[in-house]
């Protein structure tokens, strides 16, 4: 007998058909083995009894003199710690068997368990990143800035070129300007403040930053915007936007 897939997979197909977690693709394919291979049949019975005698394990009746010896007890006090000895080592090893049932099923079920979740995570499709490409008001005016956003991860990029240097006291502040009726908290302005920066000598920065959850769903977001504000409290929220990208 030859099983037509590795071992470590094939344990994983039976416990998740002892479980009842396989997909219809799977399921078809474990059956087609399972009526080709008495041995994956013979599994499978293993791997249900186990699972069986973890939550309901087997009552086994005290052998003839050890009942006689439990009867005898009652009447012979005396005699009842040399005679409770067998039904102690029974149950010790009774304990045994179930303890080793219970961990054998709950690796097989461990693994098994972590192999769907990677299977999951891997059939989920990837966002695509999101890319907003800031600009001045004033045609003329060369200043841009670019915030690039992983809307799985919430990590972003933002990159800003020719920004005027400011004096000091003041910081440019990143906003992001939401949808009316967004269920997220924002200031009077619809807004929330998403990052604080400060531009080098040629008026650029390259910040990695990270952003609020409202990017997981870019129908929220309304418009992401720079403005200047103070460096002690940039969140009043007091400038013009410089740069802006209306979504």
């Known amino acids: 007998m030859v099983w037509s897939m590795p071992s470590e997979q094939l344990q994983l197909l039976i416990a998740g058909y002892v479980l009842g977690d396989l997909s219809p693709e799977e399921m078809a394919e474990f059956e087609q083995l ?16 186990a699972l069986e005698i973890t939550y309901a394990p087997p009552e086994v009746a005290p052998p003839r003199y050890l009942r006689t010896s439990i ?4 009447k012979h006090q005396s005699q009842r710690l040399s005679r409770a000895r067998p039904q102690r080592s029974f149950s010790w090893v009774q304990a045994m068997g179930v303890a080793a049932a219970v961990l054998i099923v709950a690796l097989g079920m461990s693994n098994y368990l972590l192999w769907r979740s990677l299977q999951i995570q891997a059939e989920m499709p990837q966002s695509k990143p ?6 001045a008001k004033d045609a003329n005016v060369s ?13 972003a990029k933002l990159i800003a070129q020719n920004l005027p240097a400011l004096p000091p ?12 009726g967004a269920p997220v908290t924002t200031d009077d302005k619809n807004a929330v403040l998403t990052a604080v920066f400060r ?4 008026g650029n920065a390259l910040e990695n930053i990270e952003v609020p959850q409202v990017y997981r769903n870019q129908d929220l977001v309304a418009a992401v915007a720079i403005t200047v504000e103070d460096a002690s409290a940039p969140q009043r929220h007091e400038g013009a936007p410089v740069l802006i990208v209306r979504v």
């Open 34 to 49: 399972l009526a080709n291979d008495a041995a994956i049949a013979e599994e499978v019975a293993k791997m249900q009894k």
């Open 71 to 74: 009867l005898d007890a009652n």
């Open 130 to 135: 999101l890319t907003f490409a800031l600009q």
């Open 143 to 155: 200043t841009s800035a670019t915030l690039t956003v992983n809307p799985s991860t919430l990590e």
């Open 169 to 180: 006291g003041k910081v440019y502040a990143l906003w992001t300007v939401l949808q009316q």
């Open 199 to 202: 531009v080098d000598a040629n």
